[in-house]
């Protein structure tokens, strides 16, 4: 699948399926800091993305002064 | 290869329909419909129990061209308040024409009226004070901002400024401000700040009830077009660091941030509200309210005024 990491624009590409939660584990990314997209789709842990996909990862967490 | 399967889908608390969002602080999911008015409710009743503002009042919204900024403008018009959106250019290249023109459609697209303030055309383009005061740049960025919020106020007579701070940025606030034990700080951390002179607004934050995921789901759900790219300035700015701590807790112990926030504002604050600094006196230059016979924006354009005409011909203001 590809992976699709918002706001940096990196991209990986990783094989297999995985649950989200899965996926961001090996990601090193806790969940209330990312959405995970698909589709257009908020996607929740429990969901399966596998090589098919594009998956979008857009960090949540903003810095700085509000 | 790795090869998991799907765990339970999680349905929606409210009508058992698929969940789309999950709320790990609250042990609970929402299926699209239900977290908007989850959302919704969550705002209205930030507003109702710090008695924010009422629906005869103008509000003005700063709008950074942010998600929170921008979800906050959307729920206040959804809920029925008299809105004016407020952005501040602050002259940081890309970054600013990017976020001004997602500020301009959504306001253009939602038929809402919103003031503009030029930073470059003021002659204080962020990386431009940064450059020739040295000053970091979200302390003179905050400065110039907290500035404009109550001139514009003022000047077109909002009694009220809303501004997008979420749950989590009043927590790493608050972490800081206990890591340091800064009393004053402390003391004047509130999801309202009453005016301390009859020139300035009050400055209130509806989504002080909701986390930043909830803001960007909210966001995202609502399809509202925001700068998802981060501030060139935020980078190593300590509240990313106090919000990484903030979140690790958070993901071991799930509904952290809320009880450090809210129940500092139930318990603790009452507590730690000192005697007022005394009434402001007025700021000789800009006439704006100031414990200082020159308040700190205008300090700030004199160092940027003085250093620019001593500074050497050729010099020129790197852009970012």
């Given at each position: 699948m590809r992976i699709v990491f918002l706001p940096s624009r990196k991209e990986l590409e990783l094989r297999g399926s995985y649950r989200v939660a899965d996926l961001l584990r090996e990601l090193k990314?806790?969940?209330?800091?990312v959405l995970v997209i698909r589709n257009n789709e908020m996607l929740t842990t429990e969901d399966l993305v596998d090589d098919t996909d594009t998956v979008e990862i857009r960090n949540v967490i903003s810095g700085g002064a509000a | 290869m790795r090869t998991s399967r799907p765990g339970p889908k999680p349905r929606c608390k409210?009508?058992?329909?698929?969940?789309?969002?999950?709320?790990h602080s609250h042990h609970t999911a929402f299926c699209r419909d239900c977290f908007l008015f989850y959302f919704q409710r969550q705002v209205q009743r930030a507003i109702d129990s710090e008695h924010m503002?009422?629906?005869?009042e103008p509000v003005l919204v700063a709008v950074s061209g942010g998600k929170d900024s921008l979800a906050l403008w959307d729920v206040l018009q959804l809920l029925g308040y008299r809105t004016t959106g407020l952005y501040l250019n602050?002259?940081?290249?890309e970054y600013s024409t990017l976020s001004r023109a997602k500020v301009e459609a959504f306001a253009r697209e939602r038929n809402l009226p919103l003031l503009q303030v030029d930073f470059a055309a003021e002659g204080h383009a962020i990386p431009d004070v940064v450059a020739l005061t040295r000053r970091p740049a979200c302390s003179a960025c905050g400065t110039a901002k907290r500035h404009h919020f109550d001139r514009v106020a003022l000047e077109h007579g909002f009694p009220v400024v809303a501004t997008g701070h979420n749950l989590d940025d009043e927590a790493a606030r608050l972490l800081g401000n206990v890591l340091r034990w800064d009393m004053n700080y402390l003391a004047r951390q509130s999801p309202v700040l009453m005016p301390s002179h009859e020139k300035f607004a009050r400055k209130v934050k509806p989504?002080?009830?909701?986390s930043e995921y909830e803001t960007a789901a909210y966001a995202f759900l609502r399809k509202i077009d925001y700068v998802?790219?981060?501030?060139?300035?935020?980078?190593?700015?300590s509240q990313l660091l106090y919000k990484d701590v903030l979140q690790r807790l958070e993901a071991e112990m799930p509904g952290t941030k809320q009880s450090f926030v809210l129940e500092f504002y139930r318990r603790a604050r009452r507590l730690l509200f000192?005697?007022?600094?005394g009434a402001p006196t007025t700021c000789s230059r800009c006439g704006l309210p100031s414990?200082?016979?020159?308040?700190r924006f205008c300090s700030l354009l004199d160092e940027v005024t003085s250093k620019r005409t001593s500074a050497p011909p050729t010099s020129h203001t790197s852009p970012v």
């Open positions: 990314l806790l969940p209330g800091t | 409210r009508c058992r329909a698929p969940a789309v969002v999950q709320l503002f009422t629906r005869e602050l002259g940081i290249g989504l002080f009830r909701l998802v790219d981060e501030c060139p300035n935020a980078a190593g700015a000192q005697e007022a600094l414990h200082r016979p020159i308040c």
